[in-house]
């Protein structure tokens, strides 16, 4: 009977069916090479897009450095973040669990003992004895066992509609652990090339600040022989000290980049053990792959999340009418009473009652129906959140290439760029030392050198993390790793097995999840 009360078809309320893959949707307007130029610098190397190649697990190792990868690992098991995703992935599975157990009847026990005195004159007692002696006093034990039974049947699916909303909230938690563990990796990965760019550009800033001290020390004993004169050597410590005033600001950065990675390895400030990687050393991946556009809504955690919440707002309409439609209650209690222990289990002090109740709301001034249409309200609601973040997706992974494809015009100009500074330079102190130019001309020619070096750092660095976002905006293959542990599990009751509707629903899931 439980089963035949619980069919899928009798559950009122829309059945979910997953938004379509987005027709015609791309990632460039136009023609796109999947070949990005070359640099003859470290990070210059050209790279290929694959498309429809797989975004493999562990990322972050393309990059084939050690450190990148124990930062990671590092983040991944000591980071707050995590623990609290798989805690909230827990909870709504267990409220799950919790919900799956109203398809089956309830029962309580109550075992009692009452010493109990009453008089006669409840029962007239008084009236038909004399005045004088008054109401008999009874005194007596009583020994009560009981056994309430209730059932309520899920005649309209508000059941099953609620147990089907409580795993698309779990699957919300799940893809929200997926999204967490994809920003930290990536998180981590951008703040150590970040960490490493600061530590070039301080490095390329003190190196060159060492060669204008060197200068002007030549300037200076050339000066005290006459041979150049007092603004040359004006001119010449302006240039030390504006280089010198660059240091601090990426000292800074470098300190607050370093704060913030040890924020996500899960650590303190003071527990900096000074780990960095050296962007001179770091491998530039040569193919990427490239998610097929139709692939990527069933790759991003965050589309996936939306698609989720789309899921749970369906499975709240059915709800809201199934509150509208009468509620058929079942309804047994059955036990003994009797004066002493012993005598509980005769027949004859057995009881019980049978009840059945049919109860549906009379007038509530259309409480009942507004509550469903704000329901179809949050129903809207979830799709256009849901297209929004589609074409979020979309956004973020034409940025990516786009960046990667001009990072690598960008590196490739600053290396000409630093390379004709660099001779620019040294043709402007043989003219200066030859006397056919002024001292003006070598300060240029310096301060130049020092922007295109710093620019060629940023844009090495660059180069890396726009890989790393491209990674991210695909998805960063969580479906190629297994990312839960024991600490999102459910207590193993595991109640849905044993409910075909319960398991029909995790089924449909877990179909749906094997499709991603």
Same mark, same amino acid.
């Given at each position: 009977? $439980?089963?035949?009360?619980?069919?899928?078809?009798?559950?009122?309320?829309?059945?979910?069916?997953?938004?379509?893959?987005? @027709?015609?949707?791309?990632?460039?307007?136009?023609?796109?090479?999947?070949?990005? #130029?070359?640099?003859?610098?470290?990070?210059?190397?050209?790279?290929? $897009?694959?498309?429809?190649?797989?975004?493999?697990?562990?990322?972050?190792?393309?990059?084939?450095?050690?450190?990148?990868?124990?930062?990671?690992?590092?983040?991944?098991?000591?980071?707050?973040?995590?623990?609290?995703?798989?805690?909230?992935? =827990?909870?709504? &599975?267990?409220?799950? /669990?919790?919900?799956?157990?109203?398809?089956?009847?309830?029962?309580?026990?109550?075992?009692?003992?009452?010493?109990?005195?009453? !008089?006669?004159?409840?029962?007239?007692?008084?009236?038909?004895?004399?005045?004088?002696?008054?109401?008999?006093?009874?005194?007596?034990?009583?020994?009560?066992?009981?056994?309430? +039974?209730?059932?309520?049947?899920?005649?309209?699916?508000?059941?099953?509609?609620?147990? @089907?909303?409580?795993?698309?909230?779990?699957?919300?938690?799940?893809?929200?652990?997926?999204?967490?563990?994809?920003?930290?990796?990536?998180? +981590?990965?951008?703040?150590?090339?970040?960490?490493?760019?600061?530590?070039?550009?301080?490095?390329?800033?003190?190196?060159?600040?060492?060669?204008?001290?060197?200068?002007?020390?030549?300037?200076?004993?050339?000066?005290?022989? *006459?041979? +150049?004169?007092?603004?040359?050597?004006?001119?010449?410590?302006?240039?030390?000290? #504006?280089?010198?005033?660059?240091?601090?600001?990426?000292?800074?950065? =470098?300190?607050?980049? =370093?704060? #913030?990675?040890?924020?996500?390895?899960?650590?303190?400030?003071?527990?900096?053990?000074?780990?960095?990687?050296?962007?001179?050393?770091?491998?530039?991946?040569?193919?990427?792959?490239?998610?097929?556009?139709?692939?990527?809504? =069933?790759?991003?955690?965050?589309?996936?999340?939306?698609?989720?919440?789309?899921? #749970?707002?369906?499975?709240?309409?059915?709800?809201? !009418?199934?509150?509208?439609?009468?509620?058929?209650?079942?309804?047994?209690?059955?036990?003994?009473?009797? *004066? %002493?222990?012993?005598?509980?289990?005769?027949?004859?002090?057995?009881?019980?009652?049978?009840?059945?109740?049919?109860?549906?709301?009379?007038?509530?001034?259309?409480?009942?129906?507004?509550?469903?249409?704000?329901?179809?309200?949050?129903?809207?609601?979830?799709?256009?959140?849901?297209?929004?973040?589609?074409?979020?997706?979309?956004?973020?992974?034409?940025?990516?290439?786009?960046?990667?494809?001009?990072?690598?015009?960008?590196?490739?100009?600053?290396?000409?760029?630093?390379?004709?500074?660099? /001779?620019?330079?040294?043709?402007?102190?043989?003219?200066?030392?030859?006397?056919?130019?002024?001292?003006?001309?070598?300060? %240029?020619?310096?301060?130049?050198?020092?922007?295109?070096?710093?620019?060629?750092?940023?844009?090495?660095?660059?180069?890396?993390?726009?890989?790393?976002?491209?990674?991210?905006?695909?998805?960063?293959?969580?479906?190629?790793?297994?990312? @839960?542990?024991?600490?999102?599990?459910?207590?193993?009751?595991?109640?849905?097995?044993?409910?075909?509707?319960?398991?029909?629903?995790?089924? @449909?899931?877990?179909? &749906?999840?094997?499709?991603?």
């Amino acid at each position: 009977m $439980l089963g035949a009360l619980s069919l899928p078809g009798c559950a009122v309320g829309p059945d979910f069916l997953g938004p379509p893959t987005p @027709e015609g949707a791309g990632y460039t307007s136009g023609k796109f090479s999947p070949v990005t #130029q070359s640099a003859a610098a470290a990070a210059g190397a050209s790279q290929r $897009l694959v498309s429809g190649r797989d975004v493999p697990g562990d990322w972050w190792r393309l990059f084939r450095s050690k450190q990148i990868s124990a930062l990671v690992t590092e983040a991944l098991e000591n980071h707050p973040n995590i623990a609290a995703a798989e805690a909230a992935l =827990r909870q709504a &599975r267990e409220t799950t /669990e919790a919900d799956v157990a109203s398809f089956f009847p309830q029962s309580t026990l109550t075992q009692s003992v009452a010493r109990q005195q009453i !008089t006669t004159a409840q029962f007239g007692g008084f009236a038909q004895s004399s005045a004088a002696s008054g109401p008999t006093a009874l005194l007596y034990t009583l020994h009560n066992s009981n056994v309430a +039974v209730s059932f309520t049947p899920d005649v309209f699916g508000k059941t099953t509609r609620t147990v @089907e909303s409580d795993f698309a909230g779990a699957e919300y938690q799940r893809f929200q652990l997926e999204a967490t563990y994809l920003a930290l990796t990536a998180n +981590v990965v951008t703040a150590a090339i970040t960490d490493s760019s600061y530590a070039s550009q301080i490095k390329v800033t003190r190196d060159l600040i060492a060669a204008y001290q060197k200068q002007l020390d030549i300037l200076e004993k050339r000066f005290e022989l *006459g041979a +150049v004169s007092a603004a040359d050597v004006v001119s010449e410590k302006a240039l030390v000290a #504006q280089a010198q005033a660059t240091l601090p600001p990426l000292e800074k950065a =470098r300190a607050q980049t =370093r704060n #913030q990675l040890m924020a996500y390895l899960g650590r303190f400030p003071n527990d900096d053990k000074g780990e960095a990687i050296d962007i001179e050393h770091l491998h530039l991946p040569r193919d990427l792959p490239l998610s097929l556009p139709s692939n990527l809504v =069933r790759q991003r955690p965050d589309v996936l999340s939306a698609e989720t919440q789309l899921h #749970q707002a369906s499975a709240n309409v059915g709800v809201a !009418t199934a509150n509208m439609l009468p509620q058929l209650t079942l309804t047994g209690n059955g036990g003994s009473q009797a *004066g %002493n222990f012993s005598q509980l289990f005769w027949p004859q002090t057995s009881v019980y009652n049978l009840a059945t109740q049919l109860a549906g709301q009379a007038f509530d001034a259309g409480r009942l129906f507004h509550q469903r249409e704000a329901k179809l309200a949050a129903l809207e609601q979830a799709e256009a959140q849901y297209r929004a973040t589609v074409i979020s997706a979309f956004q973020n992974v034409a940025n990516a290439l786009q960046a990667i494809k001009h990072d690598a015009e960008t590196l490739r100009s600053q290396v000409a760029a630093e390379k004709a500074a660099a /001779e620019s330079l040294d043709i402007s102190e043989a003219q200066y030392a030859a006397g056919s130019t002024t001292y003006t001309t070598v300060l %240029n020619a310096e301060q130049t050198l020092l922007s295109a070096r710093l620019n060629r750092v940023q844009a090495q660095a660059a180069r890396f993390s726009d890989t790393a976002a491209l990674m991210q905006a695909l998805g960063g293959g969580w479906w190629n790793r297994l990312d @839960e542990t024991p600490a999102s599990l459910p207590k193993p009751t595991d109640l849905i097995s044993t409910m075909p509707i319960a398991a029909a629903i995790r089924a @449909e899931h877990e179909e &749906r999840t094997n499709a991603r």
